[in-house]
Structure formats: C-alpha cells, structure tokens
C-alpha cells in the first residue's frame, strides 16, 4: 500500500525533516508540499528545498493546491495554520497529523470539535521516548503520591515562538490528572520576589531559551532527603519527523476520530 503525504511548513526546521522520513519510509511517498504563499521555497522541488533527492513535487503556496488525492496532511507550522489546515483536510475527507503547539484554550476547543470528524492525530511531541516518558511520570506521581514538589524544567532554541513547550504544558496536565489536581488552579510558570513559601500542590513549569538545543525535559519529584528526577533530552529533529511519519501510517487506518501519539504507539490504557 502506498500512502500519498503532503507536508506543510515543508521549508521548516521539522518540516523539512518530516519531508526526509516520508521518503525514507517504505508505504509512505511525498505527494505534496506547502508554505506560505510568501515564502521563497514556493515553486521549488520538495525534495531539494528539504536537502534531499529532488522529488518531481512543487512546494505549493497553499494546501487546496496540493490536496488532491491526498491521504493524509502532515503539519508543522503554527497554530491558526495548522487549524486551518485540520478544517480543509477534514472537508477533504483527508487524514491529518499536527505536530504544532501553542494552541490557545480556544483553538484546542476548535481541534477537539474538528478533529474527530476526519482521522486526526494530534500530538504536541511525536518522539517514543517523551511518550513513554508521559507513562512512566502519571506512575511515578501516583506511586509519591502527595509530599513531593512537581518541577518541570524545559529548554529549546532559541527560535522557539511558544512557552511553555507544548511537550511540558502535556507533562504537566499529565501529572495533574494522576495527582487529581486542577493544573488551571495549581500551575505555577514563573516565580519572582518575595513570594512566600512553595504551596505544595503547585505544579510548576519552568523555561529555558538557548542557542540550538533541539528539546530537553526534566521532571522533578522534590521530596526532603530526596528527589527523582526524569530527564528527555532530544538529539536532533528526526526522532519527532519518523514518529510523524509513524502517525500517517498508522492514521489512515483509523476510523475517524482525534487520537494522540498514545494512540499511535499503543500505549494507552
Ligand atoms: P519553523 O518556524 O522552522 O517552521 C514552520 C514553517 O511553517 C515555516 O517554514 C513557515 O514558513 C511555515 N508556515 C507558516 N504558515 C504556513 C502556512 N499557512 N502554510 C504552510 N506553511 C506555513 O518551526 P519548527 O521548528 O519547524 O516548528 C513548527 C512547529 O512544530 C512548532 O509549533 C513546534 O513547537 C512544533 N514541534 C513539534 C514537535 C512534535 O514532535 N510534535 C517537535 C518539534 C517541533
């Protein structure tokens, strides 16, 4: 079988790295490409603005163009696009993989009304590792259970245009829901001056903005006379790109429905 891909924000940081997977994998093959209208790689080979084997693909200006016969959208690119994007594939009757974050509380509503009535994968982090990592930190919390502070620290490139990241806000909520805690109550993103001795409930999440790190995590269970601490640090790019390229395989599949990388690497409950 082979699955036919487009791939938007194709001359991204992940996009282009989700470009190099769906090449390398053996049922998937590159249909299309898109950027923004305004973009230079506009009209160029997919494959070449990717740093790959030209592909006989044009980069498109917008996803109508490309969706023709189309199996499945994947999209790295920003929140009003990649919601855009989810609403022109669904009417398609296309499958859709997002792999951007920052969505506001609003645009997550829009997602989780959208996504269900075509076959969607959304996921804020698309590595094996960081899934499993979710797993583990809902064991862990719920086997400290209450006497241990939750600290989430995360650091990325300097680039980075949400905080923060989508991977921590999803370790937070995934904590929060072990521990039975409301994280629009007890979240914490920022502490400054004379603020009093930590609360024991908070949940809190930290960022850190540097050069090129790709993406790294650790959560912290700070308890008196110890603390464990659970540490995702991301390589490179490709580990999310073959996971994405993992969705749209597995997606297709799929009766319609809004599933997450859990879903993808079945690792739900
Ligand atoms: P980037 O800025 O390098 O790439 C985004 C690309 O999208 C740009 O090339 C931009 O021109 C393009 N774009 C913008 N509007 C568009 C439109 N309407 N149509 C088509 N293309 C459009 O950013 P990045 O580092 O590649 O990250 C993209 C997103 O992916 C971010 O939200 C980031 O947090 C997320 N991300 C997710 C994972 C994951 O595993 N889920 C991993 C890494 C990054």
Redesign the pocket.
Known sequence: MTVRAVV????????GRVIHQVIAHPELTLSGA????D?P?VGQDAGLAAGAEPQGVAVAG??AEALDGADVVLD??????SL??LEEAAKAGCAVVI????FTDEQRAAIEQIGPTTRSVV?????VG?NVMFKVAAELARLLGEGYDVEIVEAHHR????AP???AVRLAEVVAHALGRDLGVVGVYGREGIIGERKSEEIAVMTLRAGDIT?EHTLMFGGIGERIELTHRAHN?DN?AR??ARAARWVVDQPPGLYDMQDVLGLRD
């Open positions: 938007c924000g194709a001359a991204g940081r992940m996009g898109v950027e923004r209208a973009h790689a917008s996803l790295f690119t920003h929140p009003e696009a855009a994007h792999g951007t974050t920052g996921a804020p982090n698309m590595s960081v680039f980075k245009k949400d990241s989508g991977t993406g790019r999310f996971g994405a």
